[in-house]
Nanobody, 118 residues
Framework: QVQLQESGPGLVKPSQTLSLTCTVSGGSITTNYYYWSWIRQPPGKGLEWMGAIYYSGSTYYSPSLKSRTSISRDTSGNQFTLQLSSVTPEDTAVYYC??????????WGQGTQVTVSS
């Protein structure tokens, strides 16, 4: 059974870079045709897809976040990482990692709360 687990700091200061890691167990991030995505949900709002890394290593980003977002992977550790730069309080959200298609996901992490505050 594939499981995903997000990890990273729960509090980030404005203007800093948010960095989260998703560790995948029970399956490989190089599994053919799988996308590994980052999705967030700000308080009181819906889910927002941020970007994804394909099994091949190609990356895809939301146009609204592209200038501040970077997704990378560590195949030996079976992990993929989100970096979001120049954060503001509007980036406060529950951040999820997910695996599967680009818009439909077979697997989700439990989510991690990130608060941007000084």
């Amino acid at each position: 059974q594939v499981q995903l687990q997000e990890s990273g700091p729960g509090l980030v200061k404005p203007s800093q870079t948010l960095s989260l890691t998703c560790t995948v167990s029970g399956g490989s991030i190089t599994t053919n045709y799988y996308y590994w995505s980052w999705i967030r949900q700000p308080p009181g709002k819906g889910l927002e897809w941020m970007g994804a890394i394909y099994y091949s290593g190609s990356t895809y980003y939301s146009p609204s976040l592209k200038s501040r977002t970077s997704i990378s992977r560590d195949t030996s550790g079976n992990q993929f990482t989100l970096q979001l730069s120049s954060v503001t309080p509007e980036d406060t959200a529950v951040y999820y990692c997910a695996g599967g298609g680009i818009t439909e996901y077979n697997y989700w992490g439990q989510g991690t709360q990130v608060t941007v505050s000084s």
